[in-house]
Structures are given as structure tokens and as C-alpha cells.
């Protein structure tokens, strides 16, 4: 499958999709998708551009959700024109899919809305490429289900991330060995380490993260052969409107990049 003109799976370059967790401002956005898509060139990794106009699953009503779909899909429309990266963004509801796919390469349907049949059929008859986020309830193989509601409109673009499972109260653990069991689905597979970082509902209204196992976690997942790495990136995550406790900091992007590059060309051998 491509994301615009970006191969992705069937031993196609490892790809990189990131960005802030979600929208906090129109120049915001476009700031950290050039910084990010400079990084991403000099590593030479292709790059997907994600932010999300609205979180609608926050853990606390009070918290930042973002500026909308209308300001949001304008934002995303500036960012690709000012930098002509592919954008990847969220859908909560059925009647933003064809909205969204006006703008977004790709449509991600949020873990804890995998099973939602509407909106996942709304994301396949809009004829972009769609992101399932495995539930944290699932086991891999369940996603095939996931899966065939999408390719069941006639839209074989999917790909599968993985992003942990629950281990009991505030807590996530990613098993390793969901990243062959995706592939048996034969879709690509993502692994979104930053989000399999978070510490849900731990920090009393919002949730929690331990961002010092990024490195450790994205090296693990490349090693096991995943066809792209997707990581929440600020360039100031203590001031981050959203997901800042697991969010990697911009300048630790490059380094773990190198890294990751010299693991996916060892795991190819």
C-alpha cells in the first residue's frame, strides 16, 4: 500500500509518522512539521505528518481538545502546502470521513473506537488509506474483524498499529510477539511506542507516561520487523496541550532515528 507516494510494508524503507499529539495552533503545526520533515531527510527516512483536530477521548472534560474539524482541516491544508508531507489525522465520528479525506492521506481510527462498525465502514468508503489502532482490550488476531470492516467497502488500504495493552490499572505493556501475529492479518504494521508509553488515567485527570523508555521500546519494535515507527514529537512536551508525559522532545527525534535505521537494516539481513 502508499501513503500519497510513500510505500508502506512489503519490505518497503521503514516510515516514520509523527507530530503532536494534537493541534494546539495553526503555526504551531507547521513549525513542527517542517522541523520534524528536515530531520526526517537528513536521516532519510520518508515521513507522515500527524496531528489531530480533536481528542475526543480525553480522560477529563477539562482538558484541551483541539480546534475543531473545520479549523483543524484548515490547518493540516496549510501544513501540506507549506511542506508537502502526507498528513495522517484522527476520526471520532462517521460523517467526519468524508470531510477529513478531503485533506488527510490518511484516516486513523482511534483504539478505543476499533470495533465502532460505522465508523470504520465510513473510513473505507471515503477511498483513503485507513489506520486501525489496535484496542487496548484485543488480542492481534482480533483485528482481523477490524480489518474486514474496512476492506468489506472495497478499500484494501489498511495498515494495523500497535500501541500496548492494558496490564491491569494504569498501566500498558507491549508484547512482542503482536507484531508477527498482526502480519499473519497481512497488513502492514505500525508500532506507536510513544502511546504504548502512557500511564492511563494515572495522573490524577490526565494521563501519565514514561518517556524514558522511548529508545529502548522503538528499538524493540524495529528489531521485530514493524514497517514504520508513529511517535507523538514536541518541541517543548512540558508545555504540551496534550500527551506530553509520553511524548518524545524534537531534539531526541534525529539520534533515535539514526538508530533505528542501523536496526532495520540488521533485522532485513
Known amino acids: 500500500m502508499h501513503i500519497g507516494n510513500i510505500p508502506v510494508g512489503n519490505g518497503a524503507p521503514l516510515v516514520l509518522i509523527g507530530g503532536p499529539c494534537v493541534i494546539e495552533s495553526e503555526t504551531h503545526v507547521i513549525a513542527m512539521a517542517g522541523a520534524i520533515a528536515a530531520i526526517a531527510r537528513r536521516v532519510g527516512i520518508p515521513y507522515v505528518f500527524k496531528a489531530s483536530f480533536d481528542k475526543a477521548n480525553r480522560t477529563s472534560v477539562a482538558s484541551f481538545r483541539g480546534p475543531g474539524i473545520t ?12 511542506h508537502g508531507v502526507p498528513i495522517l489525522t484522527d476520526i471520532h ?38 489506520n486501525l489502532k489496535k484496542g487496548q482490550f484485543l488480542a492481534p488476531a482480533d483485528m482481523q474483524h477490524a480489518i474486514a470492516k474496512v476492506t468489506g467497502t ?5 495498515f494495523v498499529t500497535e500501541r500496548g495493552t492494558s496490564f491491569g490499572y494504569h ?3 507491549v508484547d512482542i510477539r503482536a507484531f508477527p501475529q498482526l502480519r499473519k492479518l497481512d ?5 506507536d511506542v510513544t502511546h504504548s508509553l502512557q500511564l492511563p488515567g494515572a495522573g490524577n485527570g490526565i494521563t501519565d507516561g514514561q518517556p524514558e523508555y522511548i529508545h529502548p ?4 519494535g524495529v528489531a521485530a520487523g514493524v514497517d514504520g515507527v508513529f ?7 512540558a508545555q504540551a496541550k496534550s ?21 532495520d537494516v540488521a533485522a532485513r539481513l
Open 217 to 220: 521500546l522503538a528499538a524493540a
Open 71 to 82: 479549523d483543524g482541516l484548515t490547518a493540516l491544508t496549510h501544513v501540506k502546502e507549506t
Open 154 to 158: 472495497g478499500n484494501d488500504q489498511v
Open 243 to 263: 500527551d506530553g508525559q509520553n511524548a518524545l522532545a524534537l531534539d531526541h527525534l534525529e539520534p533515535l532515528l539514526e538508530r533505528l535505521l542501523r536496526i
Open 93 to 130: 465520528e462517521p460523517h467526519q470521513a468524508a470531510v477529513a479525506s478531503q485533506v488527510a492521506d490518511v484516516l486513523q481510527v482511534p483504539a478505543f473506537l476499533c470495533r465502532q462498525t460505522d465508523l470504520l465502514v465510513a473510513a473505507g468508503n471515503a477511498g483513503r488509506p485507513v
Open 231 to 237: 511517535l507523538e514529537i514536541h518541541d517543548n512536551p
Open 187 to 191: 497488513v502492514p504494521v505500525v508500532f
Open 171 to 173: 498501566n500498558l505493556v
